[in-house]
């Protein structure tokens, strides 16, 4: 997995005698996203033994498109809990975005193009507005971002009911121009005899992006910054208000990403897509390593969060167990993310 | 030892917010590789006066002369820019983020360009590793987070960050006051080093015991007022104190002082033996 690599940059420093054997062992271990990884080859190794499909190539292109979405929004959801901040509107903005794609090219009749550049751009507006609200108003995002959700919720469900009469979008199909946007955002390509989503590139591609930005540029140190000791960084000259309104808007932005993925992948959309998610979106996180602090965590531990939700959430279905056991299961991995988590901060902040 | 030209220079300095005053005729000067301690119980006007140096907020008399410059400063982007850093006494750091991305917080160097920008993380590593070196820090891994650091070591990291980004003169705020006798003894240590690097230091605490050792000049405030400034030469630790303190304090202070003891570094036997001088 990517988790050694992203130590790797220490090699240029000056090495210390001090610092000998066992260290790239225990470096590893240090980093958040390692429980992750442990709880995710379990949960492979569990399902496939248990079930015959489950590691077959259809059984893991299942697996892998129902992780991917949540996926794409866990990392994104990651950086701006790093940065301090929830976003508890981000679930109901996979819904909003794709439903006004929708309702522009289907109803008025919009470019399918022109629909989704509009979309984005309402998408990064309502995320520039939760950042500036929480930065303005000094009000926790937990709250500003809850009140944007059911906002949201409702504008999915009210506004679309009364444009479209209904609350899912149909004919996407007949759109002119629906192929462009379906092939790089719905179609799939078959390996080794499963199918791969786009979904499952663009997640790959997120978070390599996210964890580049992380570790490797002066945006990914203010981040960790601004969620570690927003005080501090405000006094070293860290830019606080704009990268945190970043970080909304690109948790916003990603938002629009998977509203076009499953808009592209199922052509259509509920009014009710994507409500409920946000949590799912904040446990993968936390259980790739994340605090719910600040300050600390990684893109790559919650694309493995989302992995490992992911898995179960197939894996429950191929062992013919009743699906509702995936909240119970989730519950745990919660609790007990949660626990590690905060015995590894301790061990971080603990003066000697 | 002849002393060079003092980098500030401070005559009859005073502040007054609206008709409460402050601070009155204070004067001392700072000059490069020498420290000016700046003595005073709590409510002394030892953050105010501080606070004329480091920018926060502007004098109302006397004058500020900076390299034979008469000045008025604003704001601390001002002092800063005439090298003037102040380290207040949260440090300003983040505990969870490694030693090296602490110390170029705000002003990360960068290569590469456009969506390849990156840190520049091997002279960030290194830079951090020297520049902690040369002021008598050895960490084994810059990697930890800064948090696992002892509160003096984390005092130092964050004089060195201000020595490598161009200060000339570093006022710290109380260093030594949340720390204990040991740890105490570390920061005066770096506070000796970064004079010896060629640095004016202003050194504010309550602590003769701490100011004496390290101290080339001592300025006194009281309510407001100077009490003195005197270089080394012409006061000891015992005048010090006694000017500081009244009778009564000064026998708890030995007190608390006896009760401190029992380790082993060089600072507490030096206390040791000045409380002996006091009580004899």
């Keep these: 997995m990517a988790a050694p690599a992203d130590t790797a940059p220490a090699a240029t420093a000056p090495s210390d005698e001090r610092v000998a054997g066992g260290s790239v062992v225990s470096k590893v271990l240090k980093r958040p996203e390692v429980g992750a990884l442990a709880a995710a080859i379990a949960v492979f190794v569990f399902f496939a033994v248990t079930t015959d499909t489950f590691a077959t190539s259809s059984g893991a292109s299942t697996w892998l498109r129902s992780a991917s979405t949540i996926g794409i929004m866990a990392v994104a959801v990651a950086l701006l809990m790093i940065g301090g901040e929830f976003d508890l509107s981000a679930g109901a903005m996979t819904g909003f975005t794709g439903l006004a794609v929708g309702v522009m090219t289907t109803e008025w009749g919009l470019n399918i193009w022109a629909a989704m550049l509009v979309a984005l751009v309402l998408a990064l507006a309502i995320g520039f507005l939760n950042g500036l609200l929480v930065m303005r108003t000094g009000l926790p995002s937990f709250i500003v971002t809850l009140g944007t959700f059911f906002v949201l919720q409702g504008i999915d469900l009210a506004a679309v009911k009364a444009i479209i009469g209904q609350v899912a979008i149909q004919g996407m199909t007949n759109v002119p121009f629906y192929g462009q946007p379906h092939a790089l955002f719905g179609s799939n390509v078959t390996v080794v005899g499963g199918r791969v989503y786009a979904s499952v590139f663009w997640w790959i591609l997120v978070t390599a992006v996210a964890t580049w930005v992380l570790l490797k540029t002066r945006v990914g140190n203010w981040i960790f910054a601004v969620g570690g000791a927003q005080t501090s960084a405000r006094q070293v000259g860290v830019p606080v208000a704009r990268t945190k309104i970043g970080l909304f808007m690109t948790s916003a932005g990603a938002g629009w990403l998977v509203g076009m993925l499953l808009l592209f992948t199922t052509s259509t959309v509920q009014s009710n897509t994507g409500v409920g998610q946000e949590f799912i979106y904040i446990i993968c996180a936390v259980v790739g390593g994340c605090l719910l602090t600040g300050g600390y965590g990684s893109a790559v531990g919650a694309a493995l969060g989302a992995l490992i939700y992911g898995m179960t959430n197939q894996g429950i279905v191929y062992a013919g167990w009743d699906n509702n056991w995936l909240k119970a299961f989730l519950g745990v991995m919660l609790l007990g993310a949660v626990l590690l988590n905060e015995a590894v901060r301790r061990r971080a902040e603990r003066s000697r | 030892m002849t002393s060079p030209e003092p980098i500030i220079e401070v005559s009859d300095i005073g502040k007054r917010y609206g008709n409460i005053i402050a601070l009155a005729d204070v004067s001392t000067s700072v000059r490069p590789g020498e420290v000016t301690c700046v003595l005073g119980d709590n409510g002394a006007g030892k953050s105010t006066f501080i606070k004329i140096l480091a920018g926060a907020h502007e004098h109302s008399d006397g004058r500020l002369v900076v390299d034979g410059v008469d000045r008025r400063f604003s704001s601390p982007r001002e002092a800063l ?200």
């Design chain 2, 81 to 280: 820019a005439l090298g003037i850093a102040t380290v207040y006494q949260d440090l300003a750091v983040v505990p969870l983020m490694p030693v090296w991305r602490n110390f170029f917080l705000g002003s990360e160097p960068t290569k590469g360009w456009g969506p390849l920008r990156r840190m520049d993380v091997g002279f960030m590593k290194r830079t951090t590793k020297s520049e902690l070196s040369a002021m008598g820090i050895d960490l084994r891994d810059v990697d930890q987070p800064i948090g696992t650091l002892s509160g003096g070591e984390r005092q130092c990291v964050a004089i060195a960050r201000a020595v490598y980004f161009g200060a000339r003169v570093l006022i710290l705020d109380e260093p030594t006051a949340a720390l204990g006798v040991k740890q105490s003894g570390v920061v005066l240590r770096y506070i000796a080093r970064a004079r010896d690097r060629g640095l004016g230091v202003v050194f504010i605490t309550h602590n003769p015991h701490h100011a004496y050792p390290v101290g080339d000049r001592f300025m006194l405030l009281r309510r407001g007022r100077s009490m003195g400034d005197f270089p080394k030469s012409e006061i000891t630790l015992q005048e010090l104190t006694a000017r500081m303190a009244g009778g009564s304090e000064l026998e708890a202070l030995s007190h608390e002082l006896a009760a401190e003891l029992g380790s082993d570094s060089e600072l507490a036997k030096t206390l040791e033996s000045e409380v002996k001088g006091l009580r004899t």
